[in-house]
């Protein structure tokens, strides 16, 4: 037997630390090739950790709510001589079309992060994947676990008692906020109570550990910016000074669009999809790229070109209990609709599950955000980092409106954009708001746009 150590591999995102948000397993478990070991928030997606040796678990060298550098080692193994190791490949950049290249070489098993043994047998279809590069085996004495055990505290009565099973971090954290760890139930592996859990139970008014803190004078909170929300902060930011903003606004009536989606529901073609205005704002938007291509493009301040792209892939604003994140479809402007409504369906439910790739996250090219499921009319949304455009969809509301020449109440909504004017003018702009607006006013429109 021979111990060797597995360092935090590069996910393929050019990121240089990540979060250690949970563990999967505990010093002395066994564990098989590929098994899912740990989970890891980097700046865009939760992600599984999948074992690179077949053996033991001998050390823990992080715990969970760390933040961790790439290439650090993480956790040694006690494996046998002769182990069968997950072989360790170039990395590959997030694919920027609905394909991906996976080496032709050895055919392997997909799993979340790197590539797998060979499979034995016929050849399986191909997956996104992304690689990581093993540790160099070194010899490592095993150590106590130090990840998180129950503590003895003293009770009321001045005999100790066990507490919750919590890491270091997440104790800090309820000290620091003033949260009562006996009074939280864990919704980490085994009843391990996290950081969402301290945060939760302050931020909850009628849990009782809120009362207790607010009885005990706490006037604040303060939440480590972190993973996602640390992100999107950046980004926002440099988005916002970075891209020089401008913002357009169109109302229309929506009545005929509302009512061909009631229609769509009840077709044979569209049985079991989940068919909304934000299908029919996509198919739209799609069309509209295509009339005015300026749109979605990139601003490659580095080669000092203009990169304008010949597809479309749709970014869908979805809020998550990690923050926001903008999952997007690739190649969306070569689906039909029923594929449009499939691909939107399961991409949004995949984002607020916390199941959204570092792949479903990268290589958006332009974006919408659904803010009228929030009974918001319009805004001025921040371009996603790198897109040209991005689509607000604001509430449809029954208002009073001119309709053949007479006041009718008809569904009415706003629909607003935000451009980065380097590289659309406002003509361009105000040309594909428009098309979006005539589409949605007359989905006939499409007829003479195509």
């Not at 098989?32 to 040796?53: D, G």
């Not at 009843?191 to 008014?205: C, F, K, M, N």
């Not at 996603?384 to 007479?406: K, S, T």
Request: glycine residues 8%.
């Amino acid at each position: 037997m021979t111990v060797k150590d597995f360092a935090l591999p590069d996910l393929g995102e050019g990121l240089t630390e990540s979060e250690l948000v949970s563990w999967r397993v505990a010093i002395g478990d066994a564990v098989e090739l590929n098994q899912i070991i740990a989970e890891v928030e980097t700046a865009k997606a939760l992600v599984e950790l999948p074992s690179p040796f077949a053996g033991t678990i001998a050390q823990l060298y992080a715990e969970a709510g760390t933040t961790v550098q790439v290439g650090a080692r993480i956790a040694a193994f006690e494996v046998a001589e002769d182990a069968t190791v997950a072989e360790p490949v170039e990395a590959i950049a997030p694919s920027t079309s609905s394909g991906s290249e996976v080496p032709a070489q050895v055919e392997r098993e997909p799993v979340l992060v790197g590539y797998g043994p060979p499979v034995e047998g016929g050849a399986r279809p191909q997956r996104r994947a992304r690689a990581f590069a093993a540790a160099q085996p070194t010899e490592t004495p095993p150590v106590a676990n130090p990840v998180a055990e129950p503590v003895e505290a003293p009770s009321a009565s001045g005999k100790p008692s066990v507490q919750p099973r919590s890491a270091p971090p997440v104790r800090k954290l309820a000290r620091d906020l003033g949260v009562d760890l006996a009074g939280l139930v864990g919704t980490g592996e085994d009843g391990l109570i996290t950081r969402d859990d301290v945060e939760h139970a302050v931020q909850s008014p009628a849990s009782p550990t809120a009362s207790r803190a607010s009885s005990n004078g706490l006037r604040e909170t303060r939440t480590p910016i972190r993973g996602v929300r640390k992100h999107t902060a950046t980004a926002m930011v440099s988005s916002a000074f970075t891209a020089p903003h401008v913002s357009e606004f169109l109302t229309i009536d929506v009545t005929p669009t509302m009512e061909l989606i009631a229609k769509l529901k009840q077709s044979r073609e569209f049985a079991g999809l989940r068919v909304n205005l934000l299908t029919v704002v996509a198919k739209a938007l799609c069309i509209a790229v295509a009339r005015t291509p300026s749109v979605n493009s990139h601003w490659d301040d580095a080669a000092q070109e203009i990169v304008e792209y010949g597809y479309v892939n749709l970014g869908i604003a979805a809020a998550t209990p990690r923050g926001l994140v903008v999952p997007n479809v690739k190649d969306a402007d070569g689906m039909t609709l029923a594929q449009l409504a499939d691909a939107l369906s399961g991409l949004v439910e995949t984002a607020r599950t916390n199941k959204a790739t570092p792949a479903d996250l990268g290589g958006g090219t332009i974006s919408i955000t659904n803010i009228g499921v929030f009974g918001i009319d319009a805004g001025t949304p921040i371009l996603n980092p790198g897109e040209a455009m991005i689509l607000a969809m604001g509430a449809v509301r029954r208002m009073p409106w001119e309709f053949h020449d007479e006041i009718a109440l008809r569904q009415v909504m706003t629909l607003s954009v935000s451009f980065d004017h380097r590289l659309v003018d406002g003509e361009q702009g105000s040309r594909f708001l428009a098309d979006v607006g005539a589409i949605l006013s007359d989905p006939g429109m499409l007829l003479t746009m195509v």
